[in-house]
């Protein structure tokens, strides 16, 4: 009689430990700064998407242990919100409004033509990695639309020419300057 | 000579590049050598007219606008800090009729003080309320809320005194205070407006609520969206805690108030209040059965106030002012003020604060001047992406919860999208069924999967598919959405798509549809 092969099954008490060390201090320390909050899994969340622009699926097991919850938990959560990622971006995002007061002035032929004039559809990003184009419900500029926001930049009256004039612009590196924002202030 | 100009740091007036004109400004004001300090205000809500500059004169403000950064020396040259004559020159702001002849009871301050001054904001009767409320028992705070005819702003309408008591009545020795700040309804910025340009008013109202019902502890919770209001209530409850007007001792009164501001993350449904609750614990979004009440069992199942930030808003006027004062405005159950915001394809788009009974008529063509495209209006949408969709018939409804409702629509969170004639109400229906499908929760079936069947039967209908069969369907469908979901989103989502097509039949018989019926 051959003795059976004991297999070991290796368990891994703490996940994560193989995660890029930049993903696994941007949830370690999201988690710790957040950790004392009542509710803290959005925060948590935010701060992590804050960091590395997405939230890498590879991160919910570590995010799940630190919190005491499953990984269903935390999977079923960050697909529940249309802000989180779980794609890195490209270098910006574009937050294209389609919401009704935008449709009455036009934002669904800025819709076609932003996505002509950038080769993707909704949530796809741009083959070079500079864009992103996310539709968005409301930005709150509904006398001044068509809207769209740009890393926390809003511009309103879009019209298909403003929209090349953004693109070029920023193509040319001068995002910066043609920049409109006090929100600028923000570190 | 030192001048004061104040440019608003709100995020519409700097979607239009008032940013820039700040900047120029300060640039041509070294230039020339002249002492001008810059105050960065919200906005006053007139839009067309942004980035609107304001100059203190002897006499009053004088506005200038639409101003854009070229325009700057030309303001210097015209001697604007004294008001000099200039063809941006609007005169004294206050003179302006559409804010003239607006009744400004929550909004007053907005566009007027430096947001995150807390010397500007008591010097414009900012926290007298709170100092009343302090020296009130909470049931005489209850009851003056409750006196007001207050109703919740955020759509619902609820009263608002009778929400404050049964949560003040709830045994708990933990309570919450809860802020609905997820205004996702298009059409709508009041609460951002607010945000921007008055947040210490808005604490100021959840800190009166609190002492109300007994709660210590409350949150706002943001949209991402907002990031620009997110800045200012980041910066003014910071300010406010420096004080001593948030925290464990509330102007030293003994009595506890903590403040903490939450961001939503994308998700419409998480208006809802419950949907908003489960958010705030760190789940999905998903609606909760009631009751429970989130007065009786809310936030981490204690006793909750949850309101709109526009209904804590107008609570320090009234206890500054008195029940009776805010009670005097209004017309029949609707109470008060309420700011009304004018989106869409809108010449004159803005905010009108205005007592209720003001007609829509007046806020589409005496406010607002007709489209901003220069066509006839064709269709207003109230409400929101869930409100109904009105004709011109419909125009001289006055703005009441009740009369909207009586007229099948509803008054909401008092935003109004106009549309033009070139509007195309088949479509509006089928982005308000997609709209539905997007944003659903997903916990109930009608609003889940009705609402996916909804844009396909619409575009089986609009494509001319045995219409009459589809109209029936859509009818019964809408129907089922309408009695079967567990809250608003599905259960008024109908309210849009059968108004386009009561109101506006033509728009569903394309061509194609016109052939099918005579086959």
Not at chain 2, 22 to 37: G, H, K, N, S, T
Not at chain 2, 168 to 197: Q, W
Request: glycine fraction near 12%; aromatic fraction near 8%.
């Amino acid at each position: 009689m051959s003795e059976r092969k004991r297999v070991t099954i290796p368990i891994r008490v703490e996940p994560g430990t193989d995660l890029p060390a930049a993903e696994r201090t941007a949830v370690l320390e999201a988690v710790n700064q957040n950790r004392a909050l009542e509710g803290s899994l959005l925060p948590i969340l935010h701060a992590i998407q804050d960091r590395l622009g997405w939230i890498p699926p590879r991160t919910l097991p570590l995010i799940a242990y630190e919190l005491n919850l499953t990984r269903a938990e935390v999977h079923g959560v960050v697909t529940f919100y249309h802000y989180f990622r779980q794609h890195p971006p490209g270098k910006q995002v574009i937050y294209l409004c389609r919401a009704e007061a935008c449709q009455a002035v036009g934002a669904v032929s800025l819709e076609a033509h932003a996505k002509r004039a950038l080769g993707i559809d909704f949530h796809g990003t741009s083959g070079d990695g500079r864009y992103t184009l996310e539709p968005v419900y409301c930005l709150g500029n509904c006398a001044s639309g068509p809207s769209l926001m740009i890393d926390r930049e809003l511009y309103g009256r879009m019209t298909p020419e403003r929209f090349d004039d953004l693109i070029a612009a920023d193509a040319a590196g001068a995002t910066s300057a043609a920049a409109t924002s006090a929100g600028a202030t923000r570190a | 000579m030192s001048a004061t100009v104040y440019i608003p740091r709100e995020a519409t007036a700097l979607s239009l590049g008032a940013q820039s004109v700040a900047r120029a400004l300060a640039e041509e004001a070294a230039r020339r050598q002249d002492a001008v300090q810059i105050v960065r205000t919200g906005s006053r809500g007139l839009f067309w007219l942004e980035p609107m500059l304001e100059v203190a004169t002897s006499a009053a403000r004088v506005a200038y606008g639409p101003v854009q950064a070229a325009d700057v020396a030309g303001l210097f040259e015209a001697g604007f800090l004294t008001g000099g004559k200039h063809r941006l020159n609007l005169g004294p702001v206050e003179s302006i009729p559409y804010l003239k002849n607006q009744e400004r009871l929550t909004c007053g301050r907005l566009g007027v003080i430096d947001p995150v001054n807390l010397d500007d904001y008591r010097a414009h009767g900012g926290y007298a309320g709170l100092t009343n409320a302090l020296a009130m028992e909470p049931a005489a705070i209850v009851k003056a809320v409750t006196d007001s005819g207050l109703r919740g702003r955020g759509g619902a309408a609820f009263p608002t005194g009778i929400k404050w008591k049964t949560v003040h009545d709830a045994p708990g020795a933990k309570k919450y205070i809860v802020c609905n700040a997820d205004e996702g309804d298009s059409g709508t910025f009041s609460d951002r407006l607010l945000m921007e340009g008055d947040p210490f008013c808005l604490i100021e109202g959840m800190t009166i609520a609190g002492l109300a019902v007994g709660a210590t502890s409350g949150y706002v919770y943001l949209r991402c969206e907002y990031p620009h209001a997110q800045d200012t209530m980041t910066q003014a409850i910071a300010t406010a805690y420096a004080a001593g007007y948030l925290g464990a001792d509330v102007l030293g009164s003994g009595r506890a108030f903590e403040l903490q501001l939450r961001m939503g993350a994308g998700a419409y449904i998480c208006g809802e209040e419950t949907s908003l609750l489960e958010s705030l614990e760190g789940r999905r979004g998903q609606i909760r059965f009631k009751p429970p009440l989130p007065a009786l069992k809310g936030l981490f199942g204690c006793p909750t106030v949850v309101n709109n930030v526009i209904s804590f808003a107008s609570v320090p006027i009234i206890l500054e002012r008195g029940a009776q004062f805010y009670k005097d405005y209004g017309m029949g159950r609707s109470r008060g003020s309420l700011p009304i915001q004018l989106a869409g394809n809108i010449a004159r788009g803005g905010l009108v604060e205005r007592a209720f009974g003001v007609t829509l008529r007046e806020l589409l063509y005496d406010y607002g001047g007709g489209t901003r495209s220069g066509r006839p209006i064709r269709a207003v949408q109230v409400g929101g992406p869930l409100g109904a969709y009105w004709p011109e018939s419909k125009f001289d409804t006055p703005v009441d919860y009740e009369a909207f409702a009586g007229g099948g629509g509803m008054l909401g969170h008092g935003g109004i999208v106009v549309f033009d004639d070139t509007v195309d109400m088949a479509a509006q229906a089928r982005y308000a069924m997609e709209f539905c499908a997007i944003e659903s929760c997903g916990k109930c079936t009608p609003c889940r999967i009705g609402s996916t069947r909804g844009v396909e039967v619409i575009d089986r209908l609009v494509a001319g598919d045995r219409t009459a069969m589809q109209q029936t369907l859509l009818r019964d469908l809408c129907d089922t959405m309408l009695n079967g979901s567990l809250c608003a989103l599905g259960g008024l989502t109908p309210y849009p798509v059968l108004s386009a097509l009561d109101y506006f039949p033509e728009d569903f018989s394309t061509p194609a549809a016109l052939q099918a019926a005579k086959r």
